[in-house]
T-cell receptor
């Protein structure tokens, strides 16, 4: 069990640029979740996948956000035309199908200047 | 919708002091309840959980009891250590919501020697 990996750990970008984050879940985990955490707040759910299917998206996930999980393995989260309000920690988690325990990665800290 | 309210921080204690972090929840179903911990620079880790009323979760000297009558899941530890300094998140999940976690805002605990 190598854990959930996220890349990059930190990303600084200028407003209006596009950014993409990657998450590698624990290999046998069917479910993959994306969360966003801002300073002083708990993580907020963005979206989740079961294998390659994206089954739910939060209303927090505007049209500028898109997530994919091709082949049901790693996942990417892309933010287009970034805004300063997108600055946050983006967390990925994975779990077994029907499992309550989520395993979290260390997150990608995004700063939009 | 589901929500979690936890004690505002920060909390500062001396080593060997008693810790309580309050957590209450609102849920439409019968959720499972969790405490996650986030050490500096690391991802969230599951600390303990309880899946039904009157269950007690425990780990590393921490305990929390699922109290349905008061919709609470308070975290306690009899004697904290400097190494317990971290942010603690109360959370719930429900099968009907596909085990998405709903988090509280987090409580920063600092333990001084």
């Amino acid at each position: 069990d190598t854990g959930v990996s996220q890349d990059p750990r930190h990303k600084i970008t200028k407003r209006g640029q596009n950014v993409t984050f990657r998450c590698d879940p624990i290999s046998e985990h069917n479910r993959l979740y994306w969360y966003r955490q801002t300073l002083g707040q708990g993580p907020e759910f963005l979206t989740y996948f079961q294998n390659e299917a994206q089954l739910e998206k939060s209303r927090l996930l505007s049209d500028r956000f898109s997530a994919e999980r091709p082949k049901g393995s790693f996942s990417t989260l892309e933010i287009q035309r970034t805004e300063q309000g997108d600055s946050a920690m983006y967390l990925c988690a994975s779990s077994l199908l029907g499992g309550e325990k989520l395993f979290f990665g260390s997150g990608t800290q995004l700063s939009v200047l | 919708g589901d929500s979690v309210t936890q004690m505002e921080g920060p909390v500062t204690l001396s080593e060997e002091a008693f810790l309580t972090i309050n957590c209450t929840y609102t849920a439409t179903g019968y959720p499972s309840l969790f405490w996650y911990v986030q050490y500096p620079g690391e991802g969230l880790q599951l600390l303990l959980k309880a899946t039904k009323a009157d269950d007690k979760g425990s780990n590393k000297g921490f305990e929390a009891t699922y109290r349905k009558e008061t919709t609470s899941f308070h975290l306690e530890k009899g004697s904290v250590q400097v190494s317990d300094s971290a942010v603690y998140f109360c959370a719930l999940s429900d099968r009907s919501s596909n085990y998405k976690l709903t988090f509280g805002k987090g409580t920063l605990l600092t333990v001084n020697p």
